[in-house]
């Protein structure tokens, strides 16, 4: 299994530009998370779904969108870059107990540089 | 909402048994207590999850006082491969209560 797929890896955008990050996973998990992770700190969450057609507000969600048409793609939008989005994004799924605070499993990240 | 404070940083040496503690003294009566390790450039991933007593895995323990204020990680004999970032997380499991994540424990260890 792959697990949690993020593309891209890493991206550069200039400020006002938008841009997609994708996320796909393949363990048939209902909840699915966007992270930002910023140098030396914690994971702050932006967005959350519980199910496909479902998703809610996390700690930070501005400047940020989401859609959650099946289960198994959550991905984020970004309307107008700012540098302050400048971060690390995580994506993460977990299993359909319910709750955010059953285990998540994470991808790798996508490093976005916002000029 | 429980608040978690963790050590900023703590070393150890290869072979020993690494034992990081974190703090949650307002944990509520449906909370539990979750570890993850985060590598560098790699997401988080999780170690292992509690409510009471003792929990042990293939990876680590976790052991959690009666009062759960606090609970301690265990990592026995580490490796250099163990050199990880190490949070704490309280929460309930039956909710959609957000997590929140600290800054974590940065566990260096020397050969």
């Known amino acids: 299994n792959a697990g949690v797929t993020q593309t891209p890896k890493f991206r550069i955008l200039k400020i006002g530009q938008s841009m997609t990050l994708q996320c796909t996973q393949d363990m048939n998990h209902n909840y699915m998370y966007w992270y930002r992770q910023d140098p030396g700190m914690g994971l702050k969450l932006i967005y959350y779904?519980?199910?496909?057609?479902?998703?809610d507000k996390g700690e930070v969600p501005n400047g940020y969108n989401v859609s959650r048409s099946t289960t198994e793609d959550f991905p984020l939008r970004l309307e107008l870059a700012a540098p302050s989005q400048t971060s690390v994004y995580f994506c993460?799924?977990?299993?359909?107990?319910?709750?955010?605070?059953?285990?998540?499993?994470f991808g790798d990240g996508t490093r976005l540089s916002i000029l | 909402l429980a608040k978690t404070t963790q050590p900023i940083s703590m070393d150890s040496y290869e072979g020993q048994e690494v034992n990081i503690t974190c703090s949650h003294n307002n944990i509520a009566t449906n909370d539990y207590i979750t570890w993850y390790q985060q590598f560098p450039s790699q997401g988080p991933r999780f170690i292992i999850q509690g409510y009471k007593t003792k929990v042990t895995n293939e990876v680590a323990s976790l052991f959690i006082p009666a009062d759960r204020k606090s609970s301690t990680l265990s990592l026995p004999r580490v490796s250099l491969s163990d050199t990880a970032v190490y949070y704490c997380?309280?929460?309930?499991?039956?909710?959609?209560?957000?997590?929140?994540w600290g800054a974590g424990t940065k566990l260096i260890i020397k050969p």
């Open positions: 993460a799924s977990s299993s359909s107990g319910q709750g955010l605070n059953q285990p998540q499993h």
């Open positions: 779904s519980v199910g496909a057609g479902i998703t």
């Open positions: 997380l309280v929460g309930p499991m039956d909710s959609n209560y957000q997590l929140i």
